[in-house]
């Protein structure tokens, strides 16, 4: 089983208490009757859906209930970096020293985030 | 209480022991986190401020959920004075009376891992003593307090509280037999 870190409980937990919630990072557009329907479908439906790195939304269902973001290589199913709604997208730098062998202070101990869905 | 359960299980070399725990008040508590502070004064003592941590005071437990959620357990003739106190706090909040959505199980013994690792799924060594979560039990959700390095509560829904009783029974049976 994976072990899935929450970035609100600063704490691994078990795969089983996280639900999967899709892509993250999609900006809802503002005015969505301004969109072509084109526009709105590829918003609505249209996902990067990479081989390897992907930025995805997570919750911890059965744990504090929060939704938080990670980063997880769809091959390997390794998870590289969780932080939490509303941080911007780690950049690579980031993601690589989080994963260094010494890294003790992940990116997911950063400034306090809204308590909100965010999606930036 | 638990539709089919004894009064305990207990195993024969003394290792376990599972039994329904005493009644209590239960309160489910949200509130931003900037106010703990005043809601401090309608609990009687300082809030946990940490997911997983937990305070006491006044025969009141506090464990914090998540970012904005607590679970408070009292005892059972507390309901009205702790209701009035936090109805007097002026933040926003919301503060709900669920002491019969629960039942609470308490595991203890020198086995008590090992017969709580049967069916939850994370590292029970390394839970600090005084700490708490939400988790699974099987497939049930649950809430698992370490109250003493051999001493666990479990919180869970009456609806699910058979179907825990029953693995609890199972792994109390294992340990017995030192399968
Ligand atoms: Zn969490």
Redo the contacts between chains.
């Keep these: 089983?994976l072990?899935i870190r929450c970035p609100?409980?600063?704490?691994?937990?078990?795969?089983?208490?996280f639900v999967y919630a899709g892509e993250a990072h999609i900006t809802r557009p503002t005015n969505p009757s301004a969109l072509s329907d084109e526009a709105w479908k590829d918003h609505l439906f249209t996902r990067t859906n990479p081989r390897g790195r992907h930025f995805e939304r997570w919750r911890h269902l059965?744990?504090?209930?929060?939704f938080f973001n990670a980063v997880r290589d769809t091959v390997s199913d390794r998870f590289a970096l969780t932080y939490k709604a509303g941080l911007p997208r780690p950049t690579d730098a980031e993601i690589e020293a989080a994963n260094a062998p010494a890294a003790q202070t992940p990116a997911t101990n950063a400034p306090a985030a809204q308590?909100q869905e965010a999606r930036s | 209480m638990v539709p089919h359960a004894p009064a305990s299980l207990l195993v024969r070399n003394g290792a376990l022991s599972v039994r329904l725990a005493d009644e209590v008040a239960r309160f489910s508590l949200r509130l931003a986190p900037a106010d703990t502070g005043q809601a401090a004064a309608a609990f009687g003592g300082p809030l946990p401020a940490r997911i997983g941590a937990m305070s006491q005071s006044n025969g009141r437990t506090a464990l914090q959920l998540g970012p904005d959620e607590w679970q408070i357990l009292a005892p059972p003739g507390d309901v009205d004075a702790l209701s009035a106190a936090f109805a007097a706090l002026p933040v926003p909040h919301s503060l709900v009376d669920i002491s019969h959505r629960e039942v609470g199980i308490v595991v203890e013994g020198a086995a008590a891992t090992l017969a709580l690792r049967s069916a939850i799924a994370f590292d029970l060594e390394a839970m600090a003593v005084g700490t708490g979560c939400r988790t699974l039990f099987d497939k049930a959700q649950i809430l698992l307090i370490r109250e003493a390095a051999d001493r666990f509560r479990i919180e869970v829904w009456r609806s699910f509280a058979d179907h825990v009783w029953g693995l609890l029974r199972a792994a109390s049976r294992e340990i017995d037999l030192d399968l």
């Design positions: 089983m072990l609100y409980c600063e704490a691994e937990r078990p795969e089983v208490e059965h744990g504090c209930g929060r308590n």
